[in-house]
């Protein structure tokens, strides 16, 4: 059964969106059955579809690994969830295999994103390996290099002109292709799978999350309110969402109580997380007030300082991975020693141009002098 995310009315004539404009998604499960011996990690009952070996590329089950250096800094337990090391190299692949099961159940041959970057990897290599066709939206602007990774996996790119912010509710209505979108209910149940590593890892006190069109957020809390729910855990970690200053419409609707709105030209090197109209924005707003959480907008400089801090933590992230790290320093009056923080490194710094760098030089006769 599918649900408005937003208003609560239960929606079954459409596949994305109520009719009040809010998200759908699937009824919390609940039903679970503690049996002796059972681990509940191995979490199957929780999602839409069972997946074989041969449906999967190997995403998730990422390593959550302690941040020496940044947990001695801030004097907190800081866990990085590293989702760099899935297939496509971001948490993206989660939600994408559930999309694929989706429409493969129903039918279609045919299944498009509109993405331009991690999405569009994930959809077109999933596709590809599913023996889908695979139809990329994309702005008309975007630059030909920032394709590269995408084209490989041989989908149809088809540059759009118009508002991108639009195109994402344009392409939900062309009916012959799947449209695994950001915040497909589907695509949504696949992050749940985030929270339920995490919590049989872990009793984490707060969730840190790089947020855009919101899907990852609601993947995230949905899959936490369902270890609740069915009582594998007893208490839910402060969650919080974290966007870059030049391009932060959530933040912006939570901070002053107002619907989300279209923040136009988004302007921050963390280009993964830049949706400058998220499409469940409102939702994120409305679960951080119910759940307690709160936002984050940080800056240019502190992103790039924590992508080098996570670096000598150990993960190689792109700079949107990085901003909840950049974060920290305006939580950490809410933490102290105790504090289980984890925060979701979400993509690999492998897919984005890396900082130009400056290096000594050397004769070789000359070395030992020169060290
Ligand atoms: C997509 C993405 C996010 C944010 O996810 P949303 O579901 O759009 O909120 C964060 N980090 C990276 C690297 C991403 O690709
Ligand atoms: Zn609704």
Request: with cysteine; glycine share 10%; hydrophobic share 35%.
């Amino acid at each position: 059964m599918t649900r408005c995310a937003l208003c609560d009315k239960i929606d079954t004539s459409n596949e994305y969106r109520c009719s009040c404009g809010g998200p759908l998604q699937l009824d919390h499960f609940k039903g679970y059955i503690k049996k002796e011996g059972k681990i509940w990690s191995s979490h199957r009952d929780f999602f839409p579809y069972n997946l074989s070996k041969e449906d999967s590329l190997g995403e998730g089950n990422t390593p959550l690994i302690r941040a020496k250096r940044l947990s001695a800094k801030f004097g907190i337990n800081l866990y990085l969830k590293n989702e760099t090391v899935n297939p496509t190299w971001s948490f993206k692949d989660r939600g994408t295999i559930l999309g694929i099961k989706r429409a493969l159940e129903l039918g279609y041959d045919k299944i498009g994103t509109v993405s331009t970057g991690n999405m569009a990897a994930s959809v077109a290599c999933y596709g590809a390996y599913h023996g889908l066709r695979t139809i990329v939206l994309v702005s008309s602007d975007i630059p030909e290099g920032k394709l590269g990774q995408i084209s490989l996996y041989g989908p149809e790119i088809i540059a759009v002109d118009g508002d991108y912010g639009e195109l994402y509710h344009q392409s939900l209505n062309i009916d012959d292709i799947y449209f695994i979108n950001s915040d497909n209910p589907y695509r949504i149940e696949g992050y749940k799978s985030m929270a339920f590593e995490i919590a049989s890892e872990l009793d984490a006190s707060h969730v840190i999350i790089p947020t855009s069109s919101g899907g990852l957020f609601r993947g995230i809390v949905k899959g936490y309110e369902e270890l609740i729910q069915n009582d594998i855990i007893d208490h839910i970690p402060r969650f919080i969402a974290v966007q870059g200053e030049g391009c932060s419409p959530t933040h912006r609707a939570f901070s002053e109580g107002e619907p989300v709105k279209h923040w136009g030209c988004p302007n921050t090197i963390a280009k993964a997380i830049s949706n400058p109209f998220p499409p469940s924005g409102d939702v994120v707003v409305k679960k951080l007030k119910e759940l307690k959480g709160t936002s984050v907008a940080v800056k240019e400089d502190d992103i790039l300082e924590a992508q080098k801090s996570i670096a000598r933590d150990g993960i190689y992230c792109q700079p949107a991975s990085a901003v909840g790290v950049a974060a920290l320093p305006h939580l950490i009056k809410d933490m102290d020693r105790s504090s289980k923080v984890v925060s979701l490194v979400t993509g690999s710094g492998i897919k984005v141009k890396a900082p130009s760098v400056k290096v000594k030089t050397a004769d070789i006769n000359k070395l030992k002098e020169k060290m």
